[in-house]
């Protein structure tokens, strides 16, 4: 692809037009001493007003730490995106052609668009409709003021069927859009209905600020599903998604920490009264994609999932991803099983405050109290289990943490310290902990570096994992091999309970109702999904792949029953050899196949 430098003389005219004084002050409050302005540096955590504003010089800098600068280098840090976008910003506000050829037009722009609309919709609809009164009412029981609901976008989708797809229509978006994007879907009588009906909606932004989903509450107690979710588009992949990432960056760089919660209310009840450097994980495990993108922002994460059980066990596996990515990781514990929001409504932001001082932990001390206050001390059973998680939890920890907690048990549980075994771990091997999307968990040792499966298993491992997660790459893969076009038998049946779940199942996707799909499986499909794809990075990670990349996955598969038959012949033909037969004819047919490999008739595309 050809590269365009962004000419020096339109940086200089956007830089010179853009008034530095107004583009700082969206940002933070300014107060003018002299001929510049003052105010709290955005970058890092500043007591002291040390950012300032030289209009002469048209440059905004901190004295400390030395963030900012021009106007677009200044409006590229403080947004967290690229320079490009940065330009392309400031310069679309001033009215200046950048020109295509400058910067690439997102090809998902006009998702974008029909996301915005919707969520303007919604949040028209809790604050200006007489349907929306009632999740307005919520909102405000819940101690949230109007400006605060108004700051999260929070919205209400109408009862009526077909609300958002009628004025999506009236503006002349592509119906296809609408679909693409999980928010219409069309009826067997070819008539058109919302996804989101009747609900509180929460949107979620991705690492540019825009909407790309969306979550809806339920207010009704008797509903089954509390929360439905956009389904996995172009633009919305959860597991890659953290919600209010964007809106608390420039908080969490200038306190140099985050704190995780679980759910949307500890985000928005908590950012109300001040602590503005919060995420969430929207109820879902923690992803080694999101432990990146917390890591882009942060070295330093404060866990603060919910009191219970549920919340304690999630806290703990949340751990791994973060601790992989090279975060310092805390865990707060939450009394009285509450969770987040509901300590501050009872305790308030001071006592919030007190118990981040005085109730996180590392993670060793976290693991170890909780093994501790749920061990009943008279029952020997109970007793031997809690050694033995105690000394699981120290096999792969370093000596001082061996040595420190080894003490903690030999005193608790008054025995000697050559009584406690912890396992040993070689070098080479790393403890994994896997959570096994059907059943409980299970610890297991994998060897570093270890490659699961061949070059074929591994790229048919890939496509099941994108047909999972995606309808579109479904319909895109599925046609494009035949059953025997994959190596491991599992695999190539998995694709066809994959295709037999879509005919079944209209409104979701494999990866989302994974319970359900494995419910379709043989033994032996469900074991090779648990044993092998799960352990696979891409899932983990969620990566998206381009299209050269699912290109040479489906060349490479192609070429499968060629190279089974290739063995075949060349097992014969040694067989033949030993016993002096003649095996011209697996010779000219080992020849002819060898020749279709090498000239073989490649996928190009869809």
Same mark, same amino acid.
């Given at each position: 692809?050809? *590269?365009? =430098?962004?000419?020096?003389?339109?940086l200089q005219k956007i830089d010179d037009e853009t008034d530095l004084v107004a583009l700082v002050s969206e940002f933070l409050?300014?107060?003018? =001493?002299?001929?510049?302005?003052?105010?709290?540096?955005?970058?890092?955590?500043?007591?002291?007003?040390?950012?300032?504003?030289?209009?002469?010089k048209?440059?905004?800098?901190?004295?400390?730490?030395?963030?900012?600068? @021009?106007?677009?280098?200044?409006?590229? $840090?403080i947004k967290n995106i690229s320079f490009n976008e940065a330009v392309h910003d400031l310069a679309g506000r001033l009215g200046i052609e950048v020109g295509t050829k400058l910067i690439k037009k997102?090809?998902?722009?006009?998702? /974008? $668009? +029909?996301?915005?609309?919707?969520?303007n919709f919604f949040a028209f609809n809790l604050f200006s409709s007489k349907s929306g009164e009632s999740s307005l009412n919520y909102l405000r029981n819940r101690k949230l003021n109007d400006d605060t609901i108004r700051n999260f976008k929070l919205g209400f989708a109408p009862q009526q069927k077909d609300s958002l797809?009628?004025?999506?229509?009236?503006?002349?978006?592509?119906?296809?859009?609408?679909?693409?994007?999980?928010?219409? =879907?069309?009826?067997?009588?070819?008539?058109?209905?919302?996804?989101?009906?009747?609900?509180?909606?929460?949107? +979620?932004?991705?690492?540019?600020?825009?909407?790309?989903?969306? *979550?809806?509450?339920?207010?009704?107690?008797?509903?089954?599903?509390?929360?439905?979710?956009?389904?996995?588009?172009?633009?919305?992949k959860k597991g890659e998604l953290l919600y209010n990432l964007y809106e608390a960056t420039q908080s969490i760089k200038r306190l140099h920490h985050v704190i995780l919660y679980e759910g949307f209310f500890d985000v928005i009840n908590t950012s109300q009264v001040g602590f503005e450097n919060t995420i969430a994980t929207m109820g879902t495990a923690l992803t080694l994609a999101q432990a990146k993108l917390i890591k882009s922002v942060t070295n330093k994460v404060?866990?603060?999932?919910?009191?219970?059980?549920?919340?304690?066990?999630?806290? +703990?596996?949340?751990? =791994?991803?973060?601790?992989?990515?090279?975060?310092?990781?805390?865990?707060?514990? %939450?009394?009285?099983?509450?969770?987040?929001?509901?300590?501050?409504? $009872?305790?308030?932001?001071?006592?919030?405050?007190?118990?981040?001082?005085e109730s996180k932990y590392d993670p060793y001390a976290f693991m170890y109290n909780n093994y /501790?206050?749920?061990?009943?001390?008279?029952?020997?059973?109970?007793?031997?289990?809690?050694? @033995?998680?105690?000394?699981?939890?120290? *096999?792969?920890?370093?000596?001082t943490i061996k040595s420190l907690y080894s003490k903690r048990l030999s005193e608790d549980l008054n025995i000697k310290i050559d009584d406690i075994k912890i396992p040993k771990t070689k070098s080479e091997s790393i403890y994994v902990e896997t959570e096994s999307k059907y059943s409980d968990k299970v610890i297991e040792i994998v060897p570093k570096g270890e490659k699961l499966g061949d070059k074929y298993d591994n790229a048919e491992n890939r496509l099941i994992f994108l047909m999972m997660r995606s309808r579109?790459?479904?319909?895109? %893969? /599925?046609?494009?091999?035949?059953?025997?076009?994959?190596?491991?038998?599992?695999?190539? $049946?998995? @694709?066809?309970?994959?295709?037999?779940y879509y005919q079944r199942f209209k409104d979701s996707t494999v990866s989302s109702d994974l319970q359900n799909f494995t419910s379709m499986l043989a033994t032996s499909e469900r074991q090779h999904l648990e044993q092998v794809l799960y352990k696979d990075e891409f899932w983990e990670t969620q990566k998206e792949f381009t299209d050269d990349e699912i290109k040479e996955y489906i060349n490479l598969l192609k070429e499968t029953p060629m190279k089974r038959r290739l063995k075949y012949l060349r097992n014969k033909i040694k067989e033949l050899k030993e016993k002096n037969k003649s095996f011209d004819t697996e010779q000219k047919e080992f020849i002819e196949i060898n020749k279709k490999l090498k000239n073989k008739e490649r996928f190009n595309g869809f």
């Open positions: 692809m050809n *590269s365009y =430098k962004i000419p020096d003389e339109l409050p300014l107060e003018k =001493k002299g001929k510049n302005y003052f105010g709290l540096c955005p970058f890092h955590d500043d007591n002291n007003p040390s950012f300032s504003v030289t209009p002469e048209n440059i905004a800098m901190c004295m400390t730490c030395r963030g900012g600068g @021009r106007p677009i280098n200044f409006y590229r $840090q997102d090809p998902n722009e006009k998702y /974008y $668009q +029909i996301m915005e609309e919707a969520a797809y009628l004025m999506l229509r009236d503006k002349e978006y592509n119906v296809s859009d609408m679909i693409a994007l999980g928010l219409v =879907k069309q009826a067997n009588d070819g008539s058109y209905y919302d996804l989101f009906t009747n609900r509180l909606m929460f949107p +979620i932004t991705n690492n540019k600020g825009r909407v790309v989903g969306f *979550s809806g509450r339920t207010l009704d107690k008797n509903s089954n599903h509390k929360y439905v979710n956009s389904p996995e588009t172009v633009v919305f404060i866990i603060a999932f919910d009191g219970d059980n549920a919340g304690i066990e999630a806290a +703990i596996k949340a751990v =791994k991803p973060l601790e992989k990515v090279g975060v310092i990781v805390e865990i707060l514990k %939450i009394p009285d099983k509450l969770d987040p929001d509901d300590y501050i409504n $009872q305790y308030g932001p001071n006592g919030l405050d007190r118990l981040l001082l /501790y206050d749920n061990t009943n001390f008279d029952n020997a059973n109970d007793i031997s289990l809690f050694k @033995r998680n105690i000394e699981q939890m120290l *096999s792969n920890s370093d000596a579109i790459w479904f319909d895109r %893969i /599925y046609n494009e091999l035949a059953l025997d076009e994959y190596s491991n038998l599992n695999n190539g $049946q998995i @694709r066809m309970r994959i295709n037999s």
